[in-house]
């Protein structure tokens, strides 16, 4: 049985407002904070994990430090992800 809608419109979904605002959130420092989070972790454990401050782990979330090439092999090894994910 097939069911045709006369007025279905088709829209591509990277055109879509929610998907743009989405991709904006895309960040090494954003990243960083879903996989965090989504290991319920603070950042205070994050650092503690690290052997860095709370504060570092909000800098490099936030952009304000960027996120080296050896901490990205760090949070890649500790959320089991691909490293490029943090750069």
């Given amino acids: 049985m097939h069911i ?4 279905t419109i088709m829209m591509d979904v990277q055109e879509m407002v929610w998907y743009k605002e989405l991709k904006a959130e895309e960040t090494p420092g954003g990243n960083l904070r ?17 052997g860095i401050s709370k504060q ?15 901490m990205a092999l760090k949070l890649g090894a500790l959320f ?7 750069i």
């Avoid at 045709?4 to 007025?7: A, D, F, L, R, S």
């Avoid at 879903?34 to 690290?50: C, D, I, P, S, V």
């Avoid at 089991?80 to 943090?86: E, I, L, M, T």
């Fill in 56 to 70: 570092f782990v909000s800098n490099m979330e936030n952009g304000s430090k960027p996120i080296s090439r050896n």
């Fill in 34 to 50: 879903f996989y965090r989070r989504l290991a319920h972790m603070n950042q205070t454990e994050l650092g503690n994990k690290l």
């Fill in 4 to 7: 045709e809608e006369e007025n």
């Fill in 80 to 86: 089991d992800v691909p490293a490029g994910r943090f």
